[in-house]
């Protein structure tokens, strides 16, 4: 137990590490605590400071939960469960990070990094079905991955049984009971921090920042919330005013 322990601690450390902050502000002067959807994640430094940006948070947000993992199983030989609660670490300390006042960003891309060690194989079957499924999404493409990494459990199960394991000879497998509940709590964690972000309706008046036909009435000091969705349009205040 005090293993586990001290992994979570050791992983919550590298998860605080927020990426986005630090790459928005070296490249482009961008503060994704305070513009554009105010997200400490790689959507937002994607959409407000670049592409190469954005990807690049991205890879260091998944990076930095699959890389600790591997290293506790493979390299120091602690074994899956220490690996995992590693990840897990990492996933939390994204989202709640130390370094921004226990705020953080959605953690998708560390959920990967985390399923990556969990079960590659049923991750890449996931992202074939998230493919998929995308032009069926017309305007609700943003939910696709969630609900295609909702189905990665079931995938890992599916997998660790006998008769698909034979499959694959348990390639990319660090499956069992555990490993399948710890996808699933992270699946909900990830749902827990998305949901909120959907049940907000863009058009209605929050502080000050009412629907409008132009540009001027996201201009006033009063235009806070939500910078990135201001007059039903994609912006932050920071550009336009």
Do not use: Q
Request: hydrophobic share 50%; glycine share 12%.
């Amino acid at each position: 137990m005090t293993r586990l322990l001290t992994a979570v601690l050791a992983g919550y450390a590298i998860g605080s590490i927020p990426f986005a902050v630090v790459m928005a502000r070296l490249l482009g002067g961008f503060d994704v605590t305070r513009d554009g959807t105010r997200n400490p994640g790689a959507t937002n430094v994607f959409k407000n400071v670049g592409r190469i940006a954005g990807a690049a948070v991205g890879l260091l947000d998944y990076f930095k939960a699959l890389v600790p993992a591997l290293l506790a199983d493979a390299w120091l030989g602690l074994g899956p469960a220490v690996a995992m609660a590693t990840g897990i670490g990492v996933v939390l300390g994204h989202d709640f990070s130390l370094w921004l006042r226990w705020r953080g960003g959605k953690g998708g891309a560390s959920t990967l990094g985390v399923f990556s060690y969990i079960d590659f194989p049923a991750l890449i079957v996931t992202g074939l079905l998230w493919a998929a499924a995308l032009p069926f999404l017309r305007g609700r493409r943003f939910v696709a991955g969630p609900v295609a990494l909702t189905l990665f459990p079931i995938l890992t199960a599916l997998h660790a049984a006998p008769r698909f394991r034979t499959l694959l000879g348990g390639w990319g497998l660090h499956a069992g009971a555990a490993s399948i509940a710890v996808a699933g709590a992270l699946v909900i964690l990830l749902w827990a921090r998305i949901l909120p972000g959907l049940e907000r309706d863009p058009s209605r008046d929050r502080a000050g920042c009412a629907p409008c036909s132009g540009w001027s009435a996201c201009c006033s000091p009063s235009s806070i919330w939500p910078p990135a969705w201001c007059c039903g349009r994609p912006t932050t205040a920071s550009r336009r005013c």
